[in-house]
């Protein structure tokens, strides 16, 4: 998991496992609500030494690249077996409707940078796919391309519509091997 | 939840769910720092962790060496 200090602007990983940098000893639920504080959604949280985090969606939406760091100070330059990069749908998901209300509220520059998430998202994928480009059948991105657009995160009572757009993801995925 | 929590996909569908509405349901009246309470989502946290290792403040680090899912 993967948010921001937003003194130093810099990620920071919250391991389960022990390593040279592990973070401060927190609770699962700090490092998981650390890592949901997206900005206009929930308030940022502080922790331990009192820095405060929010979630590391701006700039690092796709940790794909963090996570090859990582198993490379981890293990070395070993070989990669597999990479699963899994998207959370198209990226207006994660956006926000700017309805007038919120925009009075909320600075339109973090519209603006979550507007921004999607190309940042699809740059790493691209990337990604640049890196493996060589080795065919160990990179993989699962992003459910369509009918996400119009479900927002704070949605909870379409979960079912979510399922049936990744069931049908599924089956053209299926079709097209 | 599928990681440190270790559940398979459907527990945790069922969690997210039921966290997901408990926290959004419930937007705040005056919107500060976020539209939703803070206040909620903690709760809804501690409550899935709780259910899945006994202790709602259980620690992030897992101390056991055995090779297993590292998140």
Known sequence: ?177 | MLGRLRMDVDMAIKHYNTLAKHVFSNPKRWQGEGKFKATRLEEAMKAVVREATGDPDSLLLEHDETPRCRT
């Open chain 1, 1 to 177: 998991m993967n948010a921001y200090n937003m003194d130093a602007n810099i990620p920071v990983l919250f391991r389960t496992y022990e390593s040279r940098e592990t973070h401060s000893n927190c609770k699962i639920w700090e490092a998981a609500r650390a890592t949901s504080a997206a900005p206009t959604f929930f308030k940022h949280i502080k922790i331990g030494r009192a820095q405060p985090y929010i979630d590391g969606g701006l700039g690092r939406n796709n940790p794909s690249r963090v996570v090859l760091d990582e198993a490379n100070s981890l293990f070395g330059a070993r070989h990669i077996g597999c990479l699963v990069s899994i998207g959370s749908g198209h990226a207006e998901t994660i956006g926000i409707k700017k309805s007038r209300g919120l925009r009075q509220i909320v600075a339109t520059d973090i519209f603006d940078t979550l507007k921004a998430i999607t190309t940042d998202c699809e740059a790493t994928h691209e990337a990604m796919l640049g890196l493996f480009a060589k080795l065919p059948t160990t990179y993989f991105r699962l992003n459910v391309e369509h009918g996400m657009q119009e479900i927002k995160v704070s949605e909870w009572e379409r979960l079912g519509n979510v399922e049936a757009h990744t069931a049908q993801y599924t089956r053209d995925l299926k079709k097209s091997l």
